[in-house]
């Protein structure tokens, strides 16, 4: 059940009519009431809720709590998506606000000058013209004050200067406030001259530049760590300079970081994954200390931390382009796709320990990672493609259980429970599955990568490939003849090594490629409100439907199958120079005796017996528990053979009209021949509906053959009872379960009243 469903139908029950009111309004005018100023939410949530119970308030509350995780994720988002507008418009912040400080300090300064001369000319005119004694006592008084605020003066700037000189920040900071306070305060009583109080401010601001320099210095220096850099950083902020201080801060990182990291290559003499671990626990670590100290001195004000996070990102390329570097382009280079795994796996679970600080690195690092594990999958693809080949060129297609210790047998079971329960498949079809497997236990533990799909397209080509070395092995192939270029593979021989390679095939389509494609599906998630149900469910949509990947792997099992029927059909209906043995010649010519010949099926369909009745023995052997695929197996060739008879033009074109049309006997023994086939394919239940079809489609086409030359066909034509009896003892006799040494002539004899009955072994 939603967690949401409860909250919003109770919110929406509570409101009521008013909801249906609203609903007509526009999103302008439904807002207006949050955008008042007296607008109350305490109040508003109790209108709203005075209907609600206590469970459908805490539902709502829970969904409310929902809302704002995701709206915090979106604000997220959205920072990120705006790190560098935000910068910028920093940026142009600070720089306006310099200009600022530099014109306010240029009015000051002519304020002051016009405002000295004002004051000379005022008492100079008073010098002239009045000479009373009380004005010079006054003079005198006011020169005795100015006289102390100049030694106050001398003694500021010394002290000030000693603080300086013995880096005592804290002091130096102190006495700086206390001259400005002086210098603010003497301003308002008009104490000083404005020559005096320019002096004054040009000092204090000269000690700031010189402190701020100093610490600007401290920071830079590769000792500085910890506590010591964050209190200079402080100190560079309370003198008016944040972005410089937040950028020394980083720039201090960034040189700790570069060091450590080009340290851990030199001493390194492998770049496994032990490196992987060793560089990530380097830069997070380093990373998380930044955010810390970002965090610890300047809060979270926008500014500096869009700096932060511009600042994480570029460390991160540079990161990324050491470990694809030495890392990953090994993996891509040899084609194992494990080292690649490996390494993303480290990484990306110390970038998981990193987001608990607010920063988000694993859609960086993915990004990243991404064109790199793509190539890794590729060379992958392309390693089981050439390590099959390689194999099939040498295999001897023998079924056989995977050799003891080989993939997939798993450590927690006993070995003598592995064998039974692996699959039988020759060498090479042995090294497709396991390298397959392989693959895909990789490719699933790198779901971030979102690579599912993609895999299990190159899968379904390499097996597609894999195909074709099976139908090259297929002796006298037509791939070879089409191709020249192919490549070279074993051939199978026998017909059990035949039917090894549809055994290999079938196997792999039916079983094991799709269980092995289940790893890339999300394992299902309960009692989880974090969203994890929704990104099982995003990465199911990017998988092919189970039924589809299926459809996909039969299509190619069923071009070999194809092939082998074609070849077996071929082999049946010509000679090896390339006559046609299944011709009009056999039922045309058996007219041309008196004699009634001797009731048996032609040749053609007795072997075509017998190598259906091999092939059943075998497949049934192969296919323990796949009975099918061997019953669809003998249902196709059987109906490659008849449908190839019924579709040849030439053969019904002397049937029907050639020097010797279908006579008598010709129809009898076509007739035959055709029960007889229906009738082994019935006993062997691989006589589909369309073989059936077929088969009275052309026997009709025969009867009317032999219609059209004035004939009755049904005239000549015994009982159906007796072609079927006719086959029933053919088949007892090619099986060698029936014995006719003294049988007389008249047995399958149609003008005999009955059958004379047969013995049996």
């Not at 002086?182 to 040009?202: C, G, Q, V």
């Not at 053979?641 to 008598?664: K, M, N, T």
Request: hydrophobic content about 40%; aromatic content about 6%; charged content about 25%.
């Amino acid at each position: 059940m939603d967690s949401t469903s409860l909250p919003r139908s109770s919110f929406s029950s509570s409101i009521g009519d008013s909801a249906e009111l609203e609903g007509n309004l526009t999103l302008s005018d439904r807002l207006k009431v949050f955008k008042a100023s007296h607008f109350d939410p305490d109040a508003y949530v109790t209108s709203k809720c005075q209907t609600m119970n206590e469970k459908e308030i805490r539902h709502l509350c829970s969904y409310m709590v929902q809302l704002k995780k995701a709206s915090a994720e979106e604000m997220r988002k959205s920072v990120y998506a705006n790190y560098a507008a935000f910068i910028r418009t920093s940026k142009e912040i600070s720089d306006l606000e310099g200009e600022l400080l530099s014109m306010r300090n240029l009015l000051s300064t002519q304020s002051a000058l016009v405002h000295g001369l004002a004051q000379d000319v005022r008492i100079d005119s008073l010098w002239i013209t009045d000479e009373d004694p009380n004005e010079k006592d006054i003079s005198n008084s006011e020169n005795r004050e100015l006289s102390k605020i100049e030694s106050w003066l001398v003694e500021f700037l010394d002290n000030l200067e000693v603080l300086l000189a013995e880096r005592r920040v804290d002091e130096a900071l102190a006495v700086l406030d206390e001259g400005e306070s002086i210098a603010i305060e003497t301003n308002e009583r008009r104490t000083l001259s404005p020559t005096m109080l320019d002096s004054l401010k040009n000092a204090i601001k000269s000690q700031r530049r010189k402190l701020a320099d100093q610490l600007a210095e401290m920071t830079c220096q590769s000792s500085t760590r910890g506590v010591e850099l964050r209190s200079s950083v402080l100190a560079l902020k309370k003198l008016g300079d944040g972005p410089r201080a937040h950028t020394l801060l980083l720039n201090s990182h960034q040189q700790k970081l570069e060091h450590n990291m080009q340290s851990l290559r030199s001493s390194s003499t492998s770049y496994g994954g032990a490196f992987s671990a060793a560089l990530s626990q380097i830069f997070f670590s380093t990373v998380a200390q930044a955010a810390s100290d970002s965090l610890a001195v300047f809060g979270e004000e926008p500014a500096y931390s869009s700096e932060l996070v511009t600042w994480a990102v570029k460390q991160t390329e540079v990161f990324s382009l050491i470990l694809k570097r030495h890392v990953l382009a090994s993996s891509v280079a040899s084609g194992v796709l494990r080292a690649a795994t490996e390494c993303i796996q480290i990484v990306t679970g110390h970038c998981s320990l990193l987001e608990a600080r607010g920063l988000a690195l694993s859609p960086v690092l993915l990004r990243l990672f991404r064109p790199s594990v793509e190539q890794a999958l590729s060379a992958n693809l392309r390693r089981i493609e050439q390590s099959s080949a390689a194999l099939a060129a040498v295999d001897d297609w023998l079924l056989a259980h995977p050799p003891v210790g080989a993939h997939p047998f798993s450590s927690t079971s006993s070995l003598s429970s592995a064998i039974v329960s692996q699959p039988k498949l020759s060498r090479s079809a042995h090294r497709f599955n396991s390298m397959v497997q392989d693959l895909l236990e990789d490719v699933g533990a790198l779901e971030s990568l979102q690579l599912d799909g993609p895999t299990l397209e190159g899968v379904l080509q390499v097996f597609n490939s894999y195909v074709n070395l099976l139908i090259n092995a297929l002796p006298g192939s037509m791939e070879n003849e089409e191709n020249p270029g192919s490549k070279i593979v074993m051939v199978a021989e026998t017909a059990a090594q035949q039917i090894a390679l549809l055994a290999n095939a079938s196997l792999l389509a039916d079983e094991l490629l799709p269980r092995a494609a289940m790893k890339l599906l999300p394992m299902p998630q309960t009692g989880r409100i974090d969203g994890t149900p929704r990104r099982a469910s995003d990465r199911q949509s990017r998988l092919p439907d189970q039924r589809e990947l299926k459809r996909r792997l039969q299509r190619s099992v069923d071009r070999l199958r194809d092939s082998f029927c074609r070849q077996h059909a071929l082999d049946l209906i010509f000679t090896e120079e390339g006559d046609i043995r299944l011709n009009a010649q056999i039922y045309t010519s058996m007219d041309d005796n008196t004699d009634e010949p001797e009731w048996f099926p032609s040749p053609i369909f007795q072997e075509l017996f017998s190598k259906l009745t091999l092939t059943s023995s075998i497949a049934t052997d192969m296919f323990v528990g796949r009975e099918r695929f061997a019953t669809i197996l003998l249902m196709r060739l059987t109906e490659t053979v008849i449908l190839w008879l019924s579709d040849d033009q030439s053969f019904w074109e002397e049937i029907e009209a050639g020097p010797r049309p279908l006579g008598p006997f010709g129809l009898q023994q076509f007739y035959l021949d055709m029960e007889f086939v229906m009738l082994f394919s019935s006993q062997g239940r691989y006589l589909s509906r369309n073989l059936h079809q077929v088969i009275k489609n052309i026997i009709a086409k025969a009867i009317e053959a032999v219609h059209a030359t004035g004939t009755d066909p049904y005239s000549v034509l015994p009982e159906d009872d007796w072609f079927v009896e006719v086959a029933q003892i053919a088949i007892k006799m090619l099986t060698g379960k029936a014995n006719f040494v003294n049988v007389e002539r008249d047995v399958t004899s149609p003008s005999a009243s009955s059958v004379v009955s047969h013995g049996s072994n």
